[in-house]
Structure formats: structure tokens, C-alpha cells
């Protein structure tokens, strides 16, 4: 192989490895698509006439309002009565040509989908229960869902069904019948009171038009529970599906629920003694209806505080509630402090004797399943805290340990002359989000040191819930004609684009435009005060909430979002863009601890959760006894669900979660209690145990890879080894930290810094083995120019290095290009010796001077980046940790792995630069070489005749091998940057670019590109010089020849014409291949380039 073709010592790996990098960047795991191959039912399978045909999944009130639909000719379907059996006279009803059993009554007047029909099948469930009749055979929940047309009402009750019936599975129940569903049908029993002026009857006006219910049975009848000490058998359960918008239009609730409850209960029969159902309710859905119930209580109690004998006291119907268990898995709002002012034991307001009971009754009697607004609030901005938001300067001050957030200790205190400003969203026409947003300022006032008011840096703004502007009819025909849909998908886009932006119709995504353009403009304002720090959408519609981040997630990349209530869809591919890294405060998550969860799949958000849990509380747990004038007891006979009653501690701390890639991170403040998974962070499972073990291996595996690994590529596998290493024990001394309870160490959850943190970390030990080897590789550099170029013997001549530095002050030196300027001024005959010029340039490259130039450009380079920063329109990214010390260990990290970066660069620079001005001293001046060094090549390529080009061809290849020696040096800054960029990964955490860094990657990549070109250019120009003096030479060796037929030194110059063609090493490498192009390559081609890619679209 001739010295041409040999490798310059460029790694020549890197394009395997850039093009490796790229598919790893492209990469993505992809989701499994599911297609059921279900074939369609026909039209005649919809429904049945035998009753309403529903799946375990479906609405139950969609399934009944399409069974009314369907069979609507049959307008008195009721009195189709047939006699089903002579000996017994029960009697069913007939309709469609099909017999469906009413129930075993010899009551002709019982008909189908009526309080009677219902009240037979509780007395014959009953009887069958248990022998004796009077017993609680029948247990009885009444479920509280919204009743509306809407998307979100439909999605709600499809959610509480599966969640009910999933808790009901859990506790060892089936249905009686998996397809079909009852339902009682209240209007006609309301038309026919009407008719008949039936007074008794007409209270079933004020009830729903239907009720659907649906009968589940033991899975193993025999099956004892205990309650206290006495064996109770199972006992078949009666779910009620209850439309809650009917209780939020009245003001006394409670009146109606036992009103319902009177009057499907049977009663007394001369042959048969009555059933007593054992009740229970889960609801109210909203807080609204909660309120009310407490609010018709306290007026209740008022009145018979002062007159007793009235008689509302004693007929008032939540007597029959008496028994009744209240499970609140939905209401978040504390209605009880707001009771008469929030103090129930003020002057004005005092009740005795069994006014007083009948008042604290309700608060007995609702076991609250789900945190209230307060606490949820409080979690907020305790995690808002954490995550360097500036008011919470006085939370380290609080000295009420109820008030105090539980990992205070941990906070960023960042006192602060101006608060960061802080943006709250939510709906004006909604009791949750009103309640929600005032219970957010309370809690950023109590722990800021504003005694006054905060409007200045918290700003509220309202919308009306149903951005989309779907109305009722609009959501029942977008359910009905999906088909449709398709059909006006042909709409040309532009015309559609037109049409979206008009400010008319009802839906108002233009107010939200308007919104994110004025949010925009505070940002700017108050840039100096440190802009928007966090935006809070408070909403309870979520597709309202991801309309809201969708518009302004891109527009507020600094920003912390938060919000309430965890949901499946905030997880959906399609809506990750905008809720990545959403901060979620949540009663629970999507699954509760396996010991409650078991085989239960995970929910889709939260209130689907809390409904499970309350279902089991609801099974498993009653009042011990019942003594009216004190509060009993509630016992479970289940020990863990005991445990959760007993300790109080089933609302006391919300979870905190935060939207990572594919999952929910749990990041809560407190332990699970039971009742919850464990949170995501171990601070036990590593400690300094293992630290010490993994420290014990590392000579081993030290030893391994010394006497395994090939000599040729030991210094790569020692470099990657000892920052895989590193990051081990870092990862290891951090995870042994008291404040590791903050972190997720994942690379995958995307809410965790510490990936970050171990790349830059491994790129710090890469750069600093990447200066051990630029040291190395420039002594061997310089030790084989010696060889080749000086002749050992010869001594330097004259002492020319001691008189360059006695000629030249310290300043002489940080300035490259006044290199030996002055001394071709002076020196007309511009000639040099080739020992003093390269004495000098290594001179030049000494340690010291080097580092002046190299600090001198860092504090240039400094003082430009603190200028830029000075404006609004270039500001620093921000850190999204956790924690005073993550955001210290991430400082620390980034400063000095960026610190080494720009040392890294800036030397490469230099030594660039030194290198192409020394290339350009030798083209433009005349070098006396070593004379045993010339004559090697005048006698190799046969010049005698003309030494010049012998050494211009010395030249050339000092040129070559200096070239190429530096120009291996220019992939080390881009393997850091590289790094540097992929460390910046969405990925991994919320990582953004702003103007500011993409300025500054950009500006040190121009300073890498710019030397190596520069250098690439000079060693050019020095190649086409000499090609041009050998093209004269050889033209005039024609002429020579045909005189004295000189072929010897014809032969010579088309020699070296040919080889200096022909290099394609080092600098003349061609550009495709070319350092310059592979290194921009390395940061920009794979997963760093997908990054800043990302970045012009979301500015774009």
C-alpha cells in the first residue's frame, strides 16, 4: 500500500456509525392496531322484545332509550296479558309475538317495566336469598350518573358501569342476565297517577322518565361474610341507574331518594311480610347535588330545632335513608365547611337533641371516596414548588404540620423581588372548576408572601364548558350517522381553513386563538419578571382540557402544565404531543394496590377508580348498629377494606402524576398506604452496599478489558468502559441520596432528568479522554514529522528557538496570524529554514500559550452569550427538575460537560488555525529543508536537474501528513455535541430549545466547520500551487527533451504530477468523505438532527 492510500488516522468507523445512529433516531415502537372481525348485526338483532338487550359495556340509558324507540308502535304494550299458569295465576305480558314473565305475581294489575314489576322481582330475590323473607335479602345500589345526550355523559356512564361492575366481579358477582337490562318506566306511572288523580302515586312524577336497572347474583351463593360477629349469607344486589341531573334540579335531593327507595320497596302483604332491602347510594355524581343534600338537611334542622311538632319533622322522607351508607366517589368539593358559613358550630346556628342528630346524620352517614378540591389544590402547588415555581418562598415557614407540604424540605426556595407569573384556566359555568380555581389561589396565597392580593402574577381567565360547541342535538346525530362524517370529508381543505377562523357559530375556538395570543403578549411584558412559570387548565370536560393544551403546549414550552384528574386519554398517542409531561393531581390513579385491584384490569381515569373502591366499601361494609341519637360505626368483613375505614386515610393525600411517554409516572408526595400502587421512586433498593460491591468489580472488569481487548481499539473500548462506569456510579450515589424519593430513574417514562444527566456525564469522561487522546495523537504526531522531515543528526541550527522567544513578548503569541508577518517584511528573499519554522509552530503550540488563546476566546465567547441573554428575545432553557438538588446536580453536570465542550472546541480551533497559517508560511515562503532529507526525494523522483520540485514535494507531504493528523481532531467536539443535543431528547423529559441555544450549537459548530475548511483550503491552495509550477516544469521538460533527450526528468514530474493528483488523504479527502461532512453528519443526521428538526416545526 503506498503512503496515499493509507488511512490518515480518521476514525473510519464514524459513517457506519452516524448511519447506526440514524436508524436508532428513527426508530419508533410502534402501537398495535386492533380490528375486530365482529361481523355487524342485522336490524333485527338490535333489540329485543323480551326485554332491553345490553351488553355489560353499553350505556344503560342509551340501551333503553333505543328499546323505547324500537318498540314505540306497541303503545300499550303493557296490557298484552296472558296467563301463564292456572294452578299459580302469574301472568306475563305479550308483545311482538313474544312472552316475556313479568314476575311469579298473581297480580294481574303487575305490568311490564313498573314499580310493581320491580317490587315482585325484589320479594321473589328475597325469598330466594334467604328462607326467612323479613330478613335483608336484597341489597340495593343506587348509582348516581350524569343523564345528558353529550359525548362526555355517555363516555361517563359507560365508565361507572364498567367500574361497578368490575367491583362487583371483584366480591364474587355475576350477572343474572349478561344481555338485557330492566328499566322502570316512570312517566307512564306518572301519566297514569295523573289519570286516575292517584295522590299517593303522583310522587313518581318527580323521579326520572326511566330508571334501568340490572340484577346480579353470587358467584358462590353459599358463600358467608361476617359482619361483626353474625353469619349473613350473600345476597343477590339490585343496581339502580339514577340520572343525577334529575337531584340537581331539586332542592331537596334527599327527600327524593327516600321517596324512590319508599317506593319500590315492598311492603307489607297479607301472605307475605315485607322485604327490607339493605340500601346503599354512590353518589351524588356532582358536588352541586352533594351541597344541596346538606343544605336541605340544615334547613330541616333549623326548623325543627325551634318547632319540632311541624310535620316535616317527622314525615320528611330521608327517615329512609336512615340506614342508607352514602359513598361520594365524584363530589370534590367540601360542601361541609361551606355549610352556614363554613362554621357549623357558630352562634347563630346551634342545634340539640334529635335536630342536631337529624343535622349531623348526613355527614355521618357519606364516607367520602375521593379527595376534595383543598387537598388537590395543595398538592399542586406543593409540586409547583418543587419544580422552581418563585412563590413558594414561605413555604419552608409554614409551621402547621397539616399545612405543610410533605417533601417542603426538598423545594427550590427562590426568593424573588417579582413573582413568576402564573395562568389559570377553567370553566365559569361549572361548580367543580369555580370551586377548583378559588381553591388553587387559596392555597398559592397561603404559601406566598403575599398578605394581599396575588391578582398581579396569577391571572384567571374562564370559558364555557363545550369548546367544540357541540350542542345536545349535535351530539345525538354526530352518535347516529357516523357514516356520514365520511361523506363530508371531501370538503377542500382551504375552504375548511376559511371557515375556521370566522368568529361566528357556537363553538369558540376563536376566543381561544384571541387567549393564546394575549397570553403570548404577558409573556413578553413580563419576560423580566420571569414570564409564565406555570399554566393550570382547571376545567372538568377533558376534551375541553386537550383543546386548551393543544393550543398553547407548543407556544409555552418553559411552562409548567398542570391540571386535575387523571385520564386515559391524556395518555393516547394522538394527544401526547400537547399532554407530555401534563402534572396531574388526582384522587388515584388508574389502578388501585393489587391487593384491592387484584384481576382487575386498569381503569380510564380516576372517578372510574374511585367508584370501584366505593362499590367494595358498598358490598363489604354497613353500619354496625343503629342508635339513633349517636353515630354508628360502619364494619367491614373485609380486613383491608377495614383497615382503609379505620385509618382515615382514603382522601388524605392525592396522587401526583406526570404524562410520560406511555403511562402515567407516579411521582405522589406520599406512600400508598394500601390503598394505592407504591410510587415509582425506591430509594431502598440501591444504597451504599452496593455502591461499595459495584466499586469492588470495577478492578475486575478493569482487568477483563485490558487482556480482552485488541490493542488497535483499546483506547475507543477504555473511553466508552470508563463513561459507562462513571454513569453507573453516579446513578448509584444519586439513588442512595435522601432526596432520591423525587427522581424516576428511566430512560423510557419521559419525566425524568437523569437520562439527560448520564449522557452528559458520559460525554464529560468522553471529552476528557477525547483531550488525553488530542495530546497523544499531537506528541506522536510531532515525534513522526520529526522522523521524516529533520534529520536526527542535525542539530538545530543556531539556537532560532531561543531567539524567536527572545524576540517576542508573551501578547506576540495570542495573535496567530501576526505569526511571521513581520519577518517577511524584513526579509525580502522570504527564506526559511524548515527546523526554525517548525520550532516556531511548536512554539506557538505550547501549553501555555495555547490556553491564553483559548481562555482570551472563552471570555469573548462568554460575554456574547451574557449580552444575548440580557434580551427577551434570548433567554436560557429552563430545567425541568424535580428538587434544589436535582436542579443543583443538573447545573453542575451541564456546566461542566459544556465548560469541556467549548474548551474542547476552542483548542481544536486553535490548533487548526496554528496548522493552517503554518501551511500557508510554507507555500509562501522558500523552505530550506534538511539537505539528507532532500536528497532523498530529488533522488527518488529524478529531479537533480531542478530540486524545487523535490521540495515542493516535501511540502506536499508535510502539508499532508500535518492535514490529516489535525483533521481527525475535528469529529471530537461533534461526538460531544452530538451528546450534547441528544440529551436535550423530548424523550426523555420536558428538553427545549430556545433561539438562544440553538445560537449558541449553531456558533460553535461554525467555529469547528470554519477552522477545518480553512484548513482544508489552505492545504488546497498549496496543492494547486505546486500542480501549477509541475505543470510548467513539465512543459519545459518537453522542451528539454526533444534537446538533450532528458527522459530521466520527464519521468520524474509526471511522477509527481500523478501522486499529487492522486492524494486523497487528510485534507484532500474527497468531501463526501471528508471530516467535515461526516462530523456535521454525526450531531445532525441521527436522533440529535430529529431533535432540532422538532424544534423549527414547533416554531414554525
Same mark, same amino acid.
Given at each position: ?712 481499539? +483499546? ?350 488523504? +487528510? ?34
Amino acid at each position: 500500500m503506498n503512503e496515499q492510500n493509507k488511512p490518515d488516522g480518521a476514525p473510519a468507523q464514524l459513517p457506519g456509525y452516524a448511519i447506526i445512529a440514524l436508524i436508532l433516531g428513527l426508530f419508533v415502537f410502534q402501537d398495535t392496531f386492533f380490528e375486530s372481525s365482529r361481523p355487524a348485526m342485522s336490524e333485527a338483532e338490535k333489540s329485543s322484545s323480551e326485554d332491553v338487550r345490553s351488553r355489560l359495556w353499553q350505556d344503560p340509558f342509551e340501551a333503553v332509550t333505543l328499546h323505547r324507540k324500537k318498540f314505540r308502535q306497541f303503545p300499550n304494550e303493557n296490557n298484552y296479558k296472558i296467563t301463564v299458569s292456572d294452578d299459580d295465576g302469574t301472568y306475563a305480558y305479550q308483545l311482538d309475538q313474544s312472552i316475556q314473565r313479568v314476575c311469579y305475581s298473581n297480580d294481574p294489575d303487575t305490568r311490564a317495566h313498573s314499580i310493581k314489576e320491580l317490587r315482585c322481582q325484589m320479594q321473589l330475590n328475597s325469598e330466594l336469598a334467604n328462607e326467612n323473607a323479613s330478613a335483608d335479602g336484597v341489597h340495593v345500589l343506587a348509582v348516581m350518573v350524569p343523564g345528558g345526550p353529550y359525548a362526555e355523559d355517555q363516555e361517563w356512564r359507560l365508565r361507572s358501569r364498567f367500574a361497578l361492575i368490575s367491583g362487583l366481579s371483584a366480591a364474587g358477582y355475576v350477572p343474572e342476565e349478561a344481555e338485557h337490562i330492566g328499566f322502570v318506566d316512570f312517566s307512564s306511572a306518572c301519566k297514569s297517577a295523573i289519570d286516575s288523580s292517584d295522590h299517593g302515586a303522583i310522587k313518581f312524577c318527580d323521579n326520572p322518565a326511566y330508571m334501568p336497572y340490572e340484577w346480579f347474583k353470587p358467584l358462590f351463593p353459599r358463600t358467608n361474610g361476617f359482619v361483626g360477629d353474625r353469619r349473613n349469607p350473600l345476597k343477590k344486589i339490585l343496581v339502580l341507574w339514577l340520572d343525577n341531573d334529575v337531584f340537581s334540579r331539586t332542592d331537596m335531593p334527599l327527600n327524593l331518594l327516600g321517596r324512590l327507595i319508599n317506593g319500590i320497596t315492598p311492603g307489607e302483604d297479607t301472605e307475605k311480610p315485607a322485604v327490607k332491602p339493605n340500601f346503599s347510594i354512590i353518589g351524588p355524581q356532582s358536588s352541586n347535588v352533594l351541597k344541596k343534600m346538606f343544605n336541605e338537611l340544615q334547613k330541616i334542622a333549623e326548623i325543627c330545632s325551634s318547632a319540632p311538632e311541624k310535620n316535616i319533622c317527622r314525615n320528611h322522607n330521608y327517615h329512609d335513608l336512615l340506614t342508607t351508607l352514602i359513598f361520594s366517589p365524584f363530589a370534590t368539593k367540601n360542601v361541609e365547611v361551606e355549610i352556614n358559613g363554613g362554621d357549623r358550630n357558630s352562634a347563630g346556628f346551634s342545634l340539640t337533641g334529635e335536630a342536631n342528630y337529624d343535622f349531623k346524620w348526613l355527614k355521618d352517614r357519606v364516607i367520602r371516596t375521593i379527595s376534595t378540591n383543598e387537598r388537590l389544590a395543595k398538592t399542586l402547588v406543593c409540586e409547583l414548588a418543587l419544580r422552581g415555581v418563585s412563590f413558594d418562598s414561605a413555604m419552608g415557614g409554614v409551621e402547621n404540620a397539616e399545612n405543610k407540604c410533605p417533601l417542603s424540605v426538598f423545594s427550590r426556595s427562590q426568593v424573588k423581588e417579582k413573582k413568576e407569573h402564573i395562568v389559570l384556566i377553567g370553566e365559569w359555568d361549572t361548580v367543580y372548576s369555580r370551586s377548583l380555581t378559588e381553591s388553587v389561589k387559596e392555597q398559592i396565597k397561603k404559601y406566598s408572601d403575599d398578605q394581599g392580593s396575588i391578582d398581579e402574577w396569577v391571572h384567571s381567565f374562564n370559558y364555557l364548558r363545550g369548546i367544540d360547541g357541540i350542542s345536545a342535538e349535535q351530539a345525538t346525530s354526530i352518535q347516529t350517522n357516523r357514516k356520514e362524517d365520511s361523506q363530508k370529508a371531501d370538503l377542500s381543505r382551504r375552504q375548511s381553513l376559511k371557515q375556521l377562523r370566522r368568529p361566528t357559530g357556537s363553538n369558540q375556538y376563536d376566543y381561544l386563538r384571541r387567549l393564546v395570543e394575549h397570553l403570548e403578549y404577558l409573556e413578553k411584558t413580563k419576560a423580566k419578571e420571569g414570564g409564565i412559570k406555570a399554566i393550570g387548565v382547571l376545567g372538568s370536560d377533558p376534551y375541553d382540557k386537550l383543546l386548551i393544551l393543544q393550543a398553547l403546549h407548543k407556544r409555552f414550552p418553559r411552562a409548567v402544565f398542570f391540571t386535575t384528574d387523571l385520564d386515559a386519554r391524556f395518555l393516547h398517542p394522538a394527544e401526547l404531543p400537547w399532554t407530555r409531561n401534563l402534572v396531574v393531581a388526582s384522587s388515584y390513579g388508574l389502578k388501585l394496590h393489587e391487593t384491592l385491584q387484584r384481576d382487575t384490569m386498569p381503569f380510564r381515569d380516576n372517578y372510574q377508580t374511585a367508584l370501584y373502591l366505593s362499590t367494595k366499601l358498598a358490598i363489604h361494609c354497613r353500619l354496625e348498629s343503629l342508635v339513633f341519637s349517636s353515630y354508628s360505626s360502619v364494619k367491614c368483613n373485609d380486613k383491608n377494606l377495614q383497615k382503609i375505614i379505620d385509618s382515615e386515610k382514603l382522601v388524605k393525600q392525592p396522587r401526583l402524576f406526570e404524562i410520560g411517554n406511555r403511562t402515567a409516572v407516579d411521582l405522589s408526595h406520599t406512600p400508598g398506604h394500601g390503598i394505592h400502587p407504591e410510587p415509582e421512586y425506591s430509594s431502598d433498593n440501591l444504597g451504599g452496599i452496593d455502591l461499595m460491591l459495584f466499586i469492588a468489580f470495577i478492578p475486575l472488569i478493569s482487568f477483563l478489558l485490558v487482556n480482552l481487548t485488541p490493542k488497535r481499539s +483499546g483506547p475507543v473500548v477504555y473511553l466508552l468502559a470508563s463513561g459507562l462506569i462513571g454513569v453507573l456510579i453516579l446513578y448509584m450515589i444519586l439513588q442512595s441520596r435522601e432526596d432520591a424519593v423525587l427522581h424516576t430513574f428511566s430512560f423510557t417514562n419521559g419525566t425524568s432528568t437523569w437520562p439527560a444527566n448520564a449522557i452528559r456525564f458520559f460525554a464529560l469522561i468522553t471529552a476528557i479522554g477525547f483531550f488525553i487522546f488530542l495530546i497523544r495523537q499531537l506528541n506522536r504526531s510531532n515525534q513522526k514529522i520529526s522522523e521524516k522531515f529533520i534529520c536526527a543528526a542535525q542539530p538545530y541550527k543556531d539556537g532560532q528557538q531561543n531567539k524567536m522567544s527572545d524576540d517576542k513578548n508573551w501578547l506576540s503569541f495570542l495573535c496567530v496570524d501576526a505569526w511571521h508577518n513581520r519577518e517577511e517584511k524584513n526579509n525580502k528573499s522570504n527564506a526559511v529554514y524548515f527546523i526554525d519554522l517548525w520550532n516556531e509552530y511548536l512554539k506557538m503550540r505550547e501549553a501555555k500559550y495555547c490556553v491564553s488563546r483559548v481562555v482570551m476566546t472563552l471570555l469573548l465567547y462568554a460575554g456574547c452569550i451574557i449580552i444575548l441573554n440580557q434580551t427577551n428575545f434570548f433567554e436560557m432553557p429552563g430545567i425541568p427538575a424535580r428538587g434544589a438538588a436535582s436542579h443543583r446536580v443538573n447545573e453542575l453536570i451541564l456546566s461542566a460537560v459544556v465548560l469541556l465542550y467549548l474548551v474542547l472546541i476552542f483548542t481544536i480551533a486553535d490548533i487548526t488555525h496554528l496548522s493552517s497559517h503554518f501551511i500557508m508560511l510554507l507555500r509562501k515562503n522558500e523552505v530550506m529543508w534538511p539537505r539528507e532529507v532532500l536528497d532523498i526525494y530529488i533522488n527518488k523522483y529524478g529531479v537533480s536537474q531542478n530540486e524545487d520540485l523535490a521540495k515542493n514535494k516535501l511540502k506536499m507531504d508535510m502539508i499532508s501528513r500535518l492535514a490529516g493528523d489535525v483533521n481527525s481532531f475535528i469529529y471530537y467536539p461533534f461526538m460531544i455535541l452530538f451528546l450534547l443535543i441528544l440529551s436535550r431528547s423530548h424523550y426523555f423529559d420536558n428538553w427545549h430549545y430556545t433561539p438562544l441555544l440553538f445560537m449558541i450549537i449553531s456558533f460553535t459548530a461554525v467555529i469547528a466547520l470554519g477552522s477545518a475548511i480553512r484548513l482544508r483550503k489552505a492545504a488546497i491552495n498549496a496543492r494547486d500551487d505546486y500542480l501549477e509550477k509541475l505543470n510548467f516544469c513539465y512543459w519545459q521538460s518537453i522542451a528539454r527533451d526533444a534537446q538533450q533527450k532528458n527522459d530521466a526528468m520527464h519521468h520524474g514530474i509526471r511522477l509527481l504530477t500523478e501522486e499529487v493528483k492522486n492524494l486523497n488523504t +487528510g485534507p484532500f479527502q474527497p468531501i463526501g468523505r471528508h471530516p467535515i461532512v461526516l462530523s456535521l453528519l454525526m450531531p445532525l443526521g441521527s436522533v440529535g438532527g430529529l431533535y432540532l428538526i422538532e424544534y423549527f416545526l414547533g416554531a414554525a
